[in-house]
């Protein structure tokens, strides 16, 4: 059974449970041990997403542990979007790495959101000419950018309309889609191009004024 026929199935049966507490309950149950059988049967996939974030956290001499930890425990347990592969690509680690920004590049928050669109555009181009691209990698871009872009505009601190609209453009698609699959009891597809866009643009507007005005204001 393929990750989205199982994501489907866990979902179908919170459905029916109709979203009652021990539905919910046995949803996670569930979902928890289907994630840690995926990540046995890959070993190798673990083991590089363990590395990973070991080599982030010694980077950024123990900062950022609560996120290091969430984004390790996030990526392992979805190795099962890695559908027929055993290993990460290398745009999978680059879509990791730009996950890892919030704590290896708080000291050149000035460049950070160029950098962001930088690996953003090349673990796209990567996957594409590989030809690796696979859920995971999809479901890591994504939250990836939700995740770097909210963190910047709260630091950053830019006028309430701009941080508003930044994490509505953001926002929006993640809770459109979870509501819809929760509804439906299947996964929803995701956002077309064209819903994203506002995002996009929100993050070029970000990066350009975070690049002009220097470090962020500590208030």
Same mark, same amino acid.
């Given at each position: ?7 489907? !199935?866990?979902?179908?049966? %919170?459905?029916?449970?109709?979203? &009652?507490?021990?539905?919910?309950? #046995?949803? %996670?149950?569930?979902?928890? &041990?289907?994630?840690?059988? /995926? ?44 559908? /027929? ?15 890892? =920004?919030?704590? =290896?590049?708080?000291?050149? *928050? &000035?460049?950070?959101?160029? !950098? ?23 479901? !890591?871009?994504? =939250? ?7 963190? %910047?505009?709260? #630091? ?6 701009? &941080?508003?609209?930044? %994490? @509505? !453009?953001?926002?929006?698609?993640? *809770? ?11 996964? @929803? /597809? ?12 929100? /993050? ?16």
């Amino acid at each position: 059974m393929g990750s989205r026929e199982a994501t489907d !199935a866990l979902l179908a049966a %919170l459905r029916e449970d109709g979203w &009652r507490p021990a539905g919910w309950a #046995r949803f %996670l149950g569930r979902a928890a &041990r289907r994630s840690a059988v /995926q990540a046995a049967r890959r070993p190798r996939a673990l083991a590089e997403v363990t590395a990973l974030h070991g080599a982030v956290l010694l980077l950024s001499r123990g900062r950022g542990r609560r996120w290091i930890t969430v984004s390790w425990a996030l990526a392992a347990a979805h190795l099962g979007m890695l559908e /027929q592969r055993s290993r990460l690509s290398a745009a999978d680690l680059l879509t990791l790495c730009r996950a890892s =920004l919030p704590v =290896l590049g708080t000291r050149h *928050v &000035r460049w950070i959101g160029i !950098a962001a669109i930088a690996t953003d555009l090349a673990d796209g181009r990567l996957a594409r000419r590989r030809r690796t691209v696979c859920p995971f990698g999809t479901y !890591a871009d994504h =939250l990836a950018d939700a995740a770097f872009w909210t963190w %910047l505009v709260m #630091r950053h601190k830019p006028s309430r309309h701009l &941080r508003t609209a930044a %994490l @509505a !453009a953001w926002a929006a698609p993640v *809770v459109t889609v979870t509501a819809c699959s929760l509804a439906r009891g299947r996964m @929803a /597809q995701a956002p077309r191009p064209a819903v994203l866009r506002p995002a996009a643009a929100m /993050q070029a507007l970000i990066a350009l004024r975070r690049l002009r005005n220097g470090p962020p204001h500590r208030g």
